[in-house]
């Protein structure tokens, strides 16, 4: 399955400088009894422009807040939503850093009354004077407070580049406390402040301290606090400083516990370390285009960069590099998205990744991404939303949304997530391993990759190179005699260089695989009225070889099914999406619209999905109801006795180019025949998804012409109203596939079909009185169809009668051809002499009718009356055993041996004579 073409959220305003100016995108939290959750909503600060607010569940821009023209942010925005209950009103507080035209922290303050409409904007700003490094992270911290204005129900944390901490009021009229601690300090002069985060202590225990409650119990400290007053963890990551790349190991990861308190004066009581974590590193990272993110969930610090994802277990004694992800190309944006998932993109595509196996899930080119935003803008990641299942980013000044609930599998209203990165999803999807398996432009012999294909030793694998490269040739130069010549040269044993392996003899799937991958390609047909829609898939035919084809048919290989896992193989690493139902007859239909390469494939015996029967049923069903005007003037023609036959007339209507009558007809009864193999409910049911009610009409039609002219009844009463040929009921169908199809049919047209069939006649004009007598012609077809059936179970039930009379005749003639093996009845005419006929021939008369009886050798012979020669059944009802033979087989040895005259004559006397009626002549 690919991934979808993502959603437009909004659009975002350009930066007013567009060559210097940014766009940074931070979350929205809500703030209810002292603790803080993730709203469904992005804050976007744009340099110069404005502080917009956006739904990402119901796509739509919530607020907005214009600043000056020369504004530039130097950090994520931080917005907080929250109820006052007792003021009956909802405050959203929006917080920005500045580093231009003042170092300066800002806050929007938007209050939203019960009784009032337009909402009440206020802001606050306060200087930064005592650090000149931009603030790198602004955050919340939930204070417990609970006053009659609920003013201080939280405080906002600042982090600057230099690692000072500052703590303010909601307002920002108040600052708690400003400063650098101390851990900070010792690696200030070569370490700048990258990121930080701010962890609720509930969600640090249950994973970041679980395995550490030391560390859980060194936070809370000596003072027994409450639930509302509990303190929360700080996670600040540092880099080396105006480093161009630096290892994992170099990077500072310190974790401190910030009291909800703020009146302490000390150090250890404003800010208390915890520890300071130091990561084993496997290589240089770029320090260009890195991003950090944290997961409280599993504890889980990732670190996204242009070659890959990292991520760290936190809550272990010593954390550690879990999984690691990287590739040769450059990402763009990387982000994690479930435990063992992220979702990443580059120069070519957009795609979701394994990192336990290295495998792509998801994938999706980057040129059928919104061709209406900027093609050239990469994309950025900003957060995932778990419970929406959706990953949020930009491209260009567009906020897009992508849908990866596909990933996830929900059963029941359970919010629990099933497992994911299972194996079974990753085979076949590996990177690197397989990506170019049919790649037959590397020159390198790919002993590895081949082993599942038996090219185990340098000559098979000479011998595969050399086919690939006679089919890559042949593909170009679209000659089908190369390609077959090359495919009879690689399967034909030495002994025969043209017979191919048939039926029950071993071949390599894998190298059908490949063939099939070389006749089919799949394309993509973008809607031109709609161009944020995905693009559809067909199917094309590159080339039709001939005798390739017509091996693969029989062998039952040259399927809908094959030929799709043969695509998804060719185009690894990307991940086609699955194909339409009818794609595969479509093709065969477009490259030969005589439709003998159809009717070919549909005739062998390659298994087909109901569904794409249904469309291969669906598309004869319109041809013949399209040359229903050739047939009348046939009919007509035919009248008039203007023509000798009807399929002279039907050729020189319908033209050599298309499909003859008679290809349409085999098409329509094969397809018929195949889909009668399946289950009869899924027949029902695929019937009435893939056809109307006409083509069901139709349908119904032609199995009533199969069961009239099928020698299971008598013909219509009436005159039929188009000449029936014989093209229209070859190959005939048995009576249990025109009994079970007709049932289906009539099911999939439903009751609610048969009584709409009849339009109100007071809402017809004149004009319209074929269309009442077409509409009445279709309500009497069930009287009709039941007519029909009665007079098929009189025939059958007279068929039931005459098998019983003639029960004992039936019994022996079995008996007689069991016993008459096509070894024996050549060595009985080899003894006789070549003077004594085998059997003699009499004409006689039964009831006005000539016979020919053929009696037995021996019999009928002299005179004798053929009455009793061959008439009248042995009284045993046994037939006459075969002759003793002149040679045995010896069981102990297997030794042929020769019987004596005496063994013969004994062997004969043993067996029992067939008894009879005689009659005597004198």
Same mark, same amino acid.
């Given at each position: 399955?690919?991934?979808?073409?993502?959603?437009?959220?909004?659009?975002?305003?350009?930066?007013?400088?567009?060559?210097?100016?940014?766009?940074?995108?931070?979350?929205?939290?809500?703030?209810?009894?002292?603790?803080?959750?993730?709203?469904?909503?992005?804050?976007?600060?744009?340099?110069?422009?404005?502080?917009?607010?956006?739904?990402?569940?119901?796509?739509?821009?919530?607020?907005?807040?214009?600043?000056?023209?020369?504004?530039?942010?130097?950090?994520?925005?931080?917005?907080?939503?929250?109820?006052?209950?007792?003021?009956?009103?909802?405050?959203?507080?929006?917080?920005?850093?500045?580093?231009?035209?003042?170092?300066?922290?800002?806050?929007?303050?938007?209050?939203?009354?019960?009784?009032?409409?337009?909402?009440?904007?206020?802001?606050?700003?306060?200087?930064?004077?005592?650090?000149?490094?931009?603030?790198?992270?602004?955050?919340?911290?939930?204070?417990?407070?609970?006053?009659?204005?609920?003013?201080?129900?939280?405080?906002?944390?600042?982090?600057?580049?230099?690692?000072?901490?500052?703590?303010?009021?909601?307002?920002?009229?108040?600052?708690?406390?400003?400063?650098?601690?101390?851990?900070?300090?010792?690696?200030?002069?070569?370490?700048?402040?990258?990121?930080?985060?701010?962890?609720?202590?509930?969600?640090?225990?249950?994973?970041?301290?679980?395995?550490?409650?030391?560390?859980?119990?060194?936070?809370?400290?000596?003072?027994?606090?409450?639930?509302?007053?509990?303190?929360?963890?700080?996670?600040?990551?540092?880099?080396?400083?105006?480093?161009?790349?630096?290892?994992?190991?170099?990077?500072?990861?310190?974790?401190?516990?910030?009291?909800?308190?703020?009146?302490?004066?000390?150090?250890?009581?404003?800010?208390?370390?915890?520890?300071?974590?130091?990561?084993?590193?496997?290589?240089?990272?770029?320090?260009?285009?890195?991003?950090?993110?944290?997961?409280?969930?599993?504890?889980?610090?990732?670190?996204?960069?242009?070659?890959?994802?990292?991520?760290?277990?936190?809550?272990?004694?010593?954390?550690? /590099?879990? =999984?690691?992800?990287?590739?040769?190309? *450059?990402?763009? !944006?990387?982000?994690?998205? &479930? #435990?063992?998932? +992220?979702?990443?993109?580059?120069?070519?595509?957009?795609?979701?990744?394994?990192?336990?196996?290295?495998?792509?899930?998801?994938?999706?080119?980057?040129?059928?991404?919104?061709?209406?935003?900027?093609?050239?803008?990469?994309?950025?990641?900003?957060?995932?939303?778990?419970?929406?299942?959706?990953?949020?980013?930009?491209?260009?000044?567009?906020?897009?949304?992508?849908?990866?609930?596909?990933?996830?599998?929900?059963?029941?209203?359970?919010?629990?997530?099933?497992?994911?990165?299972?194996?079974?999803?990753?085979?076949?999807?590996?990177?690197?391993?397989?990506?170019?398996?049919?790649? /037959?432009? =590397?020159?390198?012999?790919?002993?590895? *990759?081949?082993? !599942?294909?038996?090219?185990? &030793? #340098?000559?098979? +694998?000479?011998?595969?190179?050399?086919?690939?490269?006679?089919?890559?040739?042949?593909?170009?130069?679209?000659?089908?005699?190369?390609?077959?010549?090359?495919?009879?040269?690689?399967?034909?044993?030495?002994?025969?260089?043209?017979?191919?392996?048939?039926?029950?003899?071993?071949?390599?799937?894998?190298?059908?695989?490949?063939?099939?991958?070389?006749?089919?390609?799949?394309?993509?047909?973008?809607?031109?009225?709609?161009?944020?829609?995905?693009?559809?898939?067909?199917?094309?035919?590159?080339?039709?070889?001939?005798?390739?084809?017509?091996?693969?048919?029989?062998?039952?290989?040259?399927?809908?099914?094959?030929?799709?896992?043969?695509?998804?193989?060719? !185009?690894?690493?990307?991940?086609?999406?699955?194909?339409?139902?009818?794609?595969?007859?479509?093709?065969?239909?477009?490259?030969?619209?005589?439709?003998?390469?159809?009717?070919?494939?549909?005739?062998?015996?390659?298994?087909?999905?109901?569904?794409?029967?249904?469309?291969?049923?669906?598309?004869?069903?319109?041809?013949?109801?399209?040359?229903?005007?050739?047939?009348?003037?046939?009919?007509?023609?035919?009248?008039?006795?203007?023509?000798?036959?009807?399929?002279?007339?039907?050729?020189?209507?319908?033209?050599?180019?298309?499909?003859?009558?008679?290809?349409?007809?085999?098409?329509?009864?094969?397809?018929?025949?195949?889909?009668?193999?399946?289950?009869?409910?899924?027949?029902?049911?695929?019937?009435?998804?893939?056809?109307?009610?006409?083509?069901?009409?139709?349908?119904?039609?032609?199995?009533?012409?199969?069961?009239?002219?099928?020698?299971?009844?008598?013909?219509?009463?009436?005159?039929?109203?188009?000449?029936?040929?014989?093209?229209?009921?070859?190959?005939?169908?048995?009576?249990?596939?025109?009994?079970?199809?007709?049932?289906?049919?009539?099911?999939?047209?439903?009751?609610?079909?048969?009584?709409?069939?009849?339009?109100?006649?007071?809402?017809?004009?004149?004009?319209?009185?074929?269309?009442?007598?077409?509409?009445?012609?279709?309500?009497?077809?069930?009287?009709?169809?039941?007519?029909?059936?009665?007079?098929?179970?009189?025939?059958?039930?007279?068929?039931?009668?005459?098998?019983?009379?003639?029960?004992?005749?039936?019994?022996?003639?079995?008996?007689?051809?069991?016993?008459?093996?096509?070894?024996?009845?050549?060595?009985?005419?080899?003894?006789?002499?070549?003077?004594?006929?085998?059997?003699?021939?009499?004409?006689?008369?039964?009831?006005?009718?000539?016979?020919?009886?053929?009696?037995?050798?021996?019999?009928?012979?002299?005179?004798?009356?053929?009455?009793?020669?061959?008439?009248?059944?042995?009284?045993?009802?046994?037939?006459?055993?075969?002759?003793?033979?002149?040679?045995?087989?010896?069981?102990?040895?297997?030794?042929?041996?020769?019987?004596?005259?005496?063994?013969?004559?004994?062997?004969?006397?043993?067996?029992?004579?067939?008894?009879?009626?005689?009659?005597?002549?004198?």
């Amino acid at each position: 399955m690919d991934l979808q073409s993502p959603s437009i959220l909004a659009q975002l305003p350009r930066p007013l400088h567009a060559s210097t100016g940014k766009t940074r995108i931070g979350d929205v939290y809500s703030l209810a009894d002292a603790k803080k959750r993730k709203r469904y909503e992005v804050s976007v600060a744009v340099d110069g422009e404005a502080i917009n607010i956006y739904n990402v569940q119901t796509p739509k821009l919530v607020t907005s807040y214009a600043v000056p023209p020369q504004s530039i942010f130097s950090c994520r925005p931080c917005s907080v939503r929250r109820k006052i209950s007792k003021k009956s009103l909802v405050q959203r507080q929006t917080y920005v850093a500045a580093t231009k035209p003042e170092h300066q922290l800002k806050c929007f303050v938007e209050e939203i009354s019960n009784g009032s409409s337009a909402p009440a904007i206020s802001s606050s700003t306060t200087t930064i004077t005592d650090s000149r490094s931009p603030t790198a992270f602004i955050g919340i911290l939930p204070t417990g407070h609970d006053d009659e204005d609920e003013k201080d129900s939280f405080d906002v944390v600042t982090v600057h580049g230099d690692g000072r901490i500052r703590r303010l009021s909601a307002d920002l009229k108040t600052q708690r406390w400003s400063i650098q601690h101390s851990e900070i300090s010792k690696t200030s002069s070569t370490h700048t402040v990258q990121t930080c985060f701010l962890i609720d202590i509930e969600d640090a225990r249950k994973a970041l301290f679980k395995r550490r409650q030391d560390l859980a119990a060194l936070a809370l400290g000596d003072q027994m606090t409450d639930a509302a007053s509990e303190p929360s963890i700080l996670l600040v990551i540092s880099h080396p400083k105006d480093a161009v790349s630096f290892a994992l190991e170099d990077v500072n990861i310190q974790v401190f516990s910030v009291p909800t308190s703020s009146a302490a004066q000390e150090e250890s009581q404003r800010l208390r370390h915890l520890q300071t974590i130091r990561v084993p590193g496997f290589k240089k990272i770029n320090s260009n285009g890195l991003q950090w993110n944290f997961h409280p969930g599993s504890a889980g610090l990732q670190l996204s960069f242009d070659k890959g994802f990292f991520s760290i277990d936190m809550s272990q004694y010593a954390p550690s /590099v879990t =999984s690691q992800f990287t590739l040769d190309g *450059n990402f763009s !944006s990387v982000m994690r998205v &479930s #435990p063992q998932c +992220i979702i990443g993109a580059t120069d070519s595509l957009v795609a979701v990744y394994d990192t336990q196996y290295q495998s792509v899930q998801r994938s999706i080119a980057l040129r059928e991404i919104l061709p209406t935003t900027d093609s050239n803008a990469p994309i950025s990641f900003i957060s995932y939303f778990a419970k929406l299942g959706i990953a949020v980013g930009t491209k260009g000044n567009a906020l897009i949304a992508f849908d990866l609930t596909s990933l996830h599998s929900h059963s029941g209203p359970s919010l629990k997530r099933s497992r994911d990165g299972l194996l079974i999803d990753a085979i076949g999807r590996g990177i690197g391993a397989s990506a170019g398996q049919w790649d /037959v432009a =590397s020159k390198k012999h790919r002993s590895d *990759n081949m082993t !599942s294909s038996h090219l185990n &030793s #340098p000559e098979r +694998i000479e011998r595969w190179n050399k086919l690939t490269e006679t089919i890559s040739q042949a593909i170009e130069s679209k000659d089908a005699d190369v390609f077959d010549r090359a495919v009879q040269t690689y399967f034909c044993p030495p002994g025969s260089p043209t017979t191919l392996p048939t039926l029950g003899e071993y071949v390599d799937p894998e190298s059908t695989l490949f063939l099939l991958s070389k006749i089919f390609v799949v394309e993509s047909s973008e809607s031109k009225l709609d161009m944020t829609a995905p693009s559809s898939f067909h199917l094309r035919i590159v080339l039709w070889p001939r005798i390739t084809c017509a091996w693969l048919i029989n062998l039952g290989h040259l399927s809908p099914d094959n030929v799709e896992i043969a695509l998804r193989r060719a !185009s690894k690493p990307h991940i086609i999406q699955p194909l339409p139902t009818g794609t595969f007859t479509q093709a065969l239909i477009d490259s030969d619209p005589s439709m003998r390469r159809v009717n070919h494939v549909l005739g062998g015996s390659s298994a087909f999905t109901v569904n794409e029967l249904s469309y291969a049923l669906k598309y004869f069903l319109t041809q013949a109801r399209d040359r229903s005007g050739a047939l009348e003037e046939t009919a007509r023609a035919i009248t008039n006795g203007d023509i000798a036959t009807p399929t002279e007339e039907l050729s020189r209507h319908l033209g050599s180019e298309t499909a003859t009558v008679k290809a349409i007809f085999k098409g329509l009864n094969t397809s018929l025949h195949k889909i009668h193999l399946h289950p009869l409910s899924s027949v029902t049911k695929s019937l009435r998804s893939n056809l109307a009610r006409q083509e069901l009409i139709s349908m119904i039609h032609h199995l009533r012409l199969s069961l009239a002219t099928g020698g299971y009844m008598s013909r219509f009463s009436e005159n039929p109203p188009t000449p029936i040929t014989i093209d229209m009921v070859t190959p005939p169908l048995s009576l249990k596939t025109i009994t079970d199809l007709l049932t289906s049919a009539v099911d999939a047209v439903g009751p609610s079909g048969w009584i709409s069939a009849l339009p109100n006649v007071n809402d017809l004009d004149d004009e319209t009185a074929s269309t009442i007598a077409a509409a009445t012609r279709e309500m009497d077809l069930i009287a009709d169809m039941r007519a029909e059936v009665s007079a098929t179970l009189g025939g059958v039930e007279e068929a039931t009668y005459l098998k019983g009379i003639l029960r004992e005749y039936l019994q022996f003639a079995e008996q007689v051809v069991a016993s008459n093996t096509a070894g024996n009845v050549v060595a009985k005419v080899e003894e006789e002499p070549i003077d004594k006929p085998s059997h003699l021939i009499r004409h006689e008369k039964l009831n006005g009718a000539d016979l020919l009886v053929y009696s037995r050798p021996g019999e009928g012979e002299d005179g004798v009356d053929g009455e009793a020669s061959g008439k009248m059944l042995p009284l045993s009802m046994k037939a006459a055993s075969t002759d003793v033979t002149r040679t045995k087989v010896k069981k102990s040895t297997g030794e042929a041996k020769v019987r004596s005259d005496r063994e013969i004559s004994y062997l004969r006397r043993k067996e029992a004579g067939k008894y009879s009626f005689e009659k005597l002549l004198i």
